[in-house]
Each structure stands twice: as structure tokens, then as C-alpha cells.
């Protein structure tokens, strides 16, 4: 994939997708049937939104960064938001992202929505997981 010139990475995005891989099949382990299954359902979802963020950005950062942590708006079935903190809807634990704002993205980019698709509730297991992936200081 390439991305349109004019932006510089400062982080390495298929080093990023990788590494979300192995920490998804680490944290696989152990887990009871049905939450691995459903921990697997969601890291699939996320690694393909993953991808779909970095076409998206168009090599932004913080456009990147700002779709990734939508998806965790739009899996609790919230599709538009204002701009403000990232905290202002997701708990947070990694100091470094407590700044971190929406100031470009503020809504979800699919026309489409699958009404057989439920809900994933933050207090969910699997939901965690995934964001604290996220937030891990190896990621992007
Ligand atoms: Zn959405």
C-alpha cells in the first residue's frame, strides 16, 4: 500500500497491525471458550477497521489515531460524536492518550449499518482487551 506524499509516518503501521496480532493471540490463551471466541470476533473486526483507518488517514496521524479509537465508539453503536477527548467516551489508562482528541473525525464513515451486528458493551470482556492493545506504548 502506498500513501499520498506530502505526510511523513512517524510510527510504522504494518509493524503496528503485527504486533496487535500477537498481543490478540496472547491474550487468547487461557480464555474460556465462548470469550475466546467472542475476543476473536472483535480483534478481526478491529484489525480490518485497522486497515481500513490507515486508507482512511491518507498517511495523517492523528487522523489514523482518531479512526482507530472511533471504532470503539461505533461498536457500542455510537456513530457521530463532537469533538473533545478521547476520554470524554472511552476510559483510558495510558497517560500518554489522555490529551488526545477528536479534531478531525466525528462520525463513522459507513453509509451501511448491519442490524444483525449487536452491540459490544464496554463492560463486555472482550471490549477491554482490545483497547487496552490499543493503548499499550508499543502502539502505533
Ligand atoms: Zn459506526
Redesign the pocket.
Known amino acids: 500500500m502506498t500513501f499520498s506524499s506530502g505526510y511523513s509516518y512517524y510510527f510504522d503501521p504494518w509493524h503496528a497491525l503485527k504486533s496487535v496480532r500477537k498481543q490478540v493471540i496472547k491474550a487468547l490463551k487461557g480464555l474460556p471458550e465462548t470469550q475466546r471466541n467472542a475476543l476473536l470476533d472483535l480483534s478481526s473486526r478491529f484489525l480490518r477497521h485497522l486497515y481500513y483507518s490507515l486508507e482512511l488517514s491518507g498517511g495523517h496521524v492523528q487522523v489514523f489515531l482518531e479512526h482507530i479509537f472511533s471504532f470503539f465508539l461505533?461498536i457500542q453503536n455510537i456513530?457521530e460524536w463532537s469533538a473533545g477527548n478521547f476520554t470524554n467516551y472511552l476510559h483510558l489508562s495510558n497517560t500518554t492518550l489522555l490529551d488526545k482528541k477528536f479534531s478531525h473525525v466525528f462520525s463513522?464513515c459507513?453509509s451501511y449499518?448491519d442490524p444483525n451486528r449487536p452491540r459490544i458493551d464496554s463492560a463486555s470482556p472482550e471490549f477491554p482487551t482490545i483497547l487496552k492493545i490499543v493503548q499499550n506504548k508499543n502502539f502505533p
Do not use: I, S, T, V
Request: with cysteine.
Open positions: 461505533h456513530h463513522c459507513h449499518l
